[in-house]
Nanobody, 125 residues
Framework: QEQLVESGGGLVQTGDSLRLSCAAS????????MGWFRQAPGKEREFVAA????????HYADSVKGRFTISKDDTNRRVYLQMNSLKPEDTAVYYC??????????????????WGRGTQVTVSS
C-alpha cells in the first residue's frame, strides 16, 4: 500500500524558514516521482515542487522558485521541502505526493497518483 506521511508544519512569521518532511513507503519511493502541493483556504490545490525519481531533477512553481528547495534522501526514503523567506500567501495545507509524470510545459507540474494527509503551514504577517 502506498503511504506518504508529512511532518514539519507549524506557525511562523514572515521571513522565517521551515522544513517539511515526507516519509514514503519503499514501494512508493522506488516507483514514483515525488512532489509537494499546497491548498490555501478557498482555493484549489496547486503544485509547489517536484523531484524526479532517478535523476533527482527538480521543478518549481514560479511562486516559490528561489525560496523553496525540494530534496530527497534515498537512504531513508524521505523527501524534504525547505521553505525560506516565507510570506503570508504561503499559508496553506501542504501535501506530499507521489506521481508517475512530471511535466514542464506550459509550466512545471506533476500528476499525483498518491497523497499524504497534509501538514498545516501558517505564516503570520
Amino acid at each position: 500500500q502506498e503511504q506518504l506521511v508529512e511532518s514539519g508544519g507549524g506557525l511562523v512569521q514572515t521571513g522565517d524558514s521551515l522544513r517539511l518532511s515526507c516519509a514514503a513507503s519503499e514501494r512508493t519511493y522506488s516507483n514514483y516521482h515525488m512532489g509537494w502541493f499546497r491548498q490555501a483556504p478557498g482555493k484549489e490545490r496547486e503544485f509547489v515542487a517536484a523531484i524526479s525519481r532517478a535523476a533527482g531533477n527538480t521543478h518549481y512553481a514560479d511562486s516559490v522558485k528561489g525560496r523553496f528547495t525540494i530534496s530527497k534522501d534515498d537512504t531513508n526514503r524521505r523527501v524534504y521541502l525547505q521553505m525560506n523567506s516565507l510570506k503570508p500567501e504561503d499559508t496553506a495545507v501542504y501535501y506530499c505526493a507521489a506521481g508517475s509524470t512530471i511535466t514542464t510545459k506550459p509550466s512545471p507540474s506533476m500528476t499525483a497518483d498518491y497523497w499524504g494527509r497534509g501538514t498545516q503551514v501558517t505564516v503570520s504577517s
